[in-house]
């Protein structure tokens, strides 16, 4: 396996994305950070408040992917249950973590708060994760293996994404080169696939855009060479200034 | 099985989401039709335009769920293999529909443009499927068994949705009481997994807001009875009052 390719899947977890109730909003950032340090970013799941699909998607997702992040379900409340079913995942104890339970004592003292049995919930972690700061309400996510479990509240999740973002691997960004074409998909679909089909080494996507009644796509060639990026986008230029004459 | 409970999955399709490249705007809208009428998203996964995958997640979720909705990947261009993915997860031969073919050519001819090879991909649907009108831009979508095949422009997958949506058995429509609580969720957390303890026919579920450096939360019950909603609801409000007496 070439050790440049880097994958991650995310699962977000939440009754309230899959009711319709709050719209997601942590996956997008997710997706361009990583996209930017060059992690692949291959599968997203949003899922419910349900111990069994924690369970099985988390399973199902750390043997694929170098790394997994999850959002959502570690606060206090009884649906909070993303900590514990990752424990179980990974078949390990959940339990109070001493750094934990002194963070959120002093944040509630700090703020003559009183630690609540639902508060200290939130110190509990599977044996022998490592914390991940939250600078913004205290109560820590954590690393256990290669799963990253962070808030779903969006301010959250990124100062967490921010925090771990350093400890990654990271592989090989690909370089891309995005090519506004004033056709729509119907008339290079023919020939982008024949530029497509011989340059294996470069990967040519077309997004079909509808504005005003008119189509028009936006072509987006990507390749981890520049050389390869180079020769791809030149003949999707040269086949669009083709067209435009009308050849 | 209760009879009353209909489920789906929603797959996305596109490596434009994956990258970052384009935010996901089909999934909430969705769950919310769904929740309208009373069937009940239970996942939804967001994947590259890969064949393996494709097929995969279709057989995996198909055989789960009530219904299958699909979105993205059926235009015109080599990225868009969806109706092929789709018919070799069902082992059915994908074949040009004589339907989708009239309507496309005589939507071409209409405006004066070349019905071209890449457009004549988009009439390609698994055998026996059932077509979806889309009155955006014509080429449709398709059902076959359990899976509805749908665009991913908003635009276009929120038509062919409506035009399904009379087709769907639908299912008992949970009711919902929102409350909006004042303290935060590590205040309400033990008192309010008390109350869920005790009305296991009740969904209550709670939503932490942090605004303007302050903790609030909405609490939200649902059941299908008007009587358990009710009565939890109304204990959640007893709960809520005794805090705010300071008891």
Redesign the interface.
């Known amino acids: 396996m070439d050790e440049t390719i880097i994958t991650a899947a995310m699962i977000v977890i939440g009754?309230?994305?899959?009711?319709?109730?709050?719209?997601?909003a942590n996956?997008?950032?997710?997706?361009?950070?990583?996209?930017g340090v060059g992690i692949d970013?291959?599968?997203?799941?949003?899922?419910?408040?349900d111990r069994h699909?924690i369970i099985e998607t988390v399973n199902a997702l750390r043997a694929r992917h170098t790394y997994v992040f999850t959002s959502g379900g570690i606060?206090?409340?009884?649906?909070d249950i993303t900590a514990d079913a990752v424990g179980a995942a990974l078949g390990l104890p959940v339990e109070p973590d001493p750094a934990a339970v002194k963070l959120l004592t002093d944040h509630?003292a700090r703020r003559g708060?009183?630690f609540?049995?639902?508060?200290q919930?939130?110190a509990r972690v599977p044996e022998g994760a490592i914390l991940i700061d939250n600078p913004?309400?205290t109560a820590p996510g954590f690393v256990i293996a290669n799963v990253h479990v962070m808030a779903g509240?969006p301010?959250?999740f990124q100062a967490m994404l921010d925090n771990v973002l350093p400890s990654l691997r990271t592989g090989r960004k690909l370089l891309s080169d995005s090519i506004a074409c004033p056709f729509g998909?119907?008339?290079?679909?023919?020939p982008?696939?024949a530029i497509?089909?011989e340059h294996p080494d470069a990967?040519?996507?077309?997004?079909?855009r509808?504005e005003d009644g008119r189509?028009w796509a936006e072509i987006?060639v990507r390749a981890a060479d520049e050389k390869v990026l180079e020769t791809a986008a030149a003949e999707v230029r040269s086949m669009l200034d083709a067209l435009a004459r009308g050849e």
Do not use: K
Not at 203 to 208: A, E, Q, R, T, V
């Open positions: 009754d309230e994305i899959l009711s319709g109730r709050t719209r997601e996956a997008h950032h997710l997706a361009r950070v990583l996209t970013l291959r599968e997203v799941r949003i899922i419910g408040d699909a606060g206090p409340t009884h649906d509630y708060q009183e609540t049995s639902a508060r919930r939130m913004v309400t509240v301010a959250i998909e119907g008339v290079i679909g023919a982008l696939g497509q089909a990967i040519i996507g077309s997004y079909p509808y189509h987006v």
